[in-house]
């Protein structure tokens, strides 16, 4: 019998070798990755809740009858509260209604004093809180939705009250400086605007601060308010109160003629009523035309 050559089992294939200088590339890939991952988490974040940095709304509000509900939503329940407020006293301001616009940080009852003392130089005043604030819709407010909210409240004046457009005067607290301001230059008709306060063009703010300067604040600041270069290109009367802000100081002289500016301590008592009715007499009440059909009740 012939013997058969019998073969040796093959041996195991030898592991695969990785360099090192792969396992660097792969690493730092993913380094890479990770941290491109979390710089666009950062900069959503950032877009998202932006309004935050900004705006501070309140719910708290003082209890008032006779409160007015506006401006109804998609499922037509109205999203805006507000108040009309007659004057107090009888001149000829009273062809006249004050827009009042407060700040982001408060509701429209925080500036009860100076409401009042409008209303006793002889302005009818209307106030109402922005969406996120007081007592209207319980939402996070933005620019956009509270510039939705002064137009609402714009339109409820003309068309529910009959309020002429030559006699709405914006004047605006704060970031409600900038809403007055857009309401003014939208409507042309508008005998001039009053600004008290103002914050001033906020994406340059969080552009300089230090927690952010690793982001680009410039493409993702859309919470901005902005107010320098609107005042600039506003040509229609203004009155110009500063609470002696550099920020409040440096917009104001940016302004455009005709201009009052005046630094005040607190917006109410006889100084502030002295510069409201000089800015009244002076300028608006010459342009303004006598009412017609305005509902005072």
Known sequence: MSRRSQKSPASPPPPPVVEGAWLLKAFAVVIVVAFLCTYATLCTLFYKTQWRLVLHPARTTASAENLIHFFPGISGQPQLTGEWLPATATNSYNRLTVLFLAGGDATRSDFAETQSALRDLGLNVFTFDYRGYGA???????????????????????????????????YGVGVGASLALGLATSHPDTPGVILDSPHTDLCDALRNDSRFRFLPVGLLCHEDFPLIKPLSDFKRPKLLITHGQASESGAFGAAADPKIVVSLTRSTGPNFVQTVSRFLDQDVMVSTPAPSGIKLH
């Open 136 to 170: 209207s819709a319980n939402i996070h407010p933005s620019q956009q939705q509270m510039t939705e909210d002064s137009e609402a409240a714009w339109r409820y004046l003309t068309d529910s009250r009959g309020v002429s457009r030559s006699g709405i005067l914006p």
